[in-house]
């Protein structure tokens, strides 16, 4: 998939500097000049999507294998310590954590095989969970760990998509988003008339 991005995101390019020279040309009229800064501007949010895709969908496989662990940590927790003691609301906020992280930008994971180093990475890797956990405290969004689509499989998915990562602009909820199928009355293609 990344190479079908990758691929993709250069022809993206490419049109975007036709473009660009295109614009470039004095004796063009001016509905055509409108025309192509629409189009400039319509391939450079295209441009943007398809590179988040790519950083998202790089890091979706360790986000639900982090999210599965944390929710047997949950599981466990609640059991040995009750379910308003400290260390559950941490593997919480954890949980939100990994369903609410930026999509744009690289994971930073909550369970690495070595810790981290780089105070750099500490610090910024806090600051998503402040934010991430005053949103859920605020009721900004809902509290993922304890949703019951996450352990029940029955859930439409619905309410899963209408989940949203904190802070995405438009044009990532595009790319996260599967577009309405058509009705099956739109398509009259195979409509026989035998009257």
């Not at 473009?19 to 800064?37: H, Y």
């Not at 790519?54 to 009750?82: I, N, P």
């Not at 999509?103 to 991430?132: H, R």
């Amino acid at each position: 998939s990344s190479g079908i991005n990758a691929e993709y995101g250069g022809k993206i390019k490419k049109q975007i500097r036709d473009t660009k020279r295109l614009l470039k040309v004095q004796s063009l009229p001016p509905t055509v000049v409108q025309e192509n800064e629409r189009k400039l501007e319509m391939l450079q949010q295209k441009l943007v999507q398809t590179q988040d895709s790519k950083v998202s969908d790089k890091y979706k496989m360790v986000r639900f294998f982090e999210k599965r662990k944390l929710f047997r940590k949950l599981k466990s927790a609640v059991k040995t310590h009750g379910d308003d003691s400290p260390q559950v609301q941490k593997i919480r906020d954890q949980i939100n954590y990994t369903v609410y992280y930026p999509l744009g930008e690289k994971y930073i994971s909550l369970l690495p095989k070595e810790a981290y180093t780089s105070t750099k990475v500490i610090a910024k890797q806090q600051e998503i969970m402040t934010s991430i956990t005053e949103k859920v405290t605020n009721k900004e969004l809902e509290d993922a760990s304890r949703a019951e689509w996450s352990r029940d499989k029955s859930i439409s998915r619905s309410k899963i998509k209408s989940l949203q990562a904190p802070d995405l602009s438009i044009t990532e909820r595009q790319i996260h988003s599967k577009p309405d199928p058509l009705p099956k009355d739109a398509d009259d293609f195979f409509i026989i008339d035998r009257g």
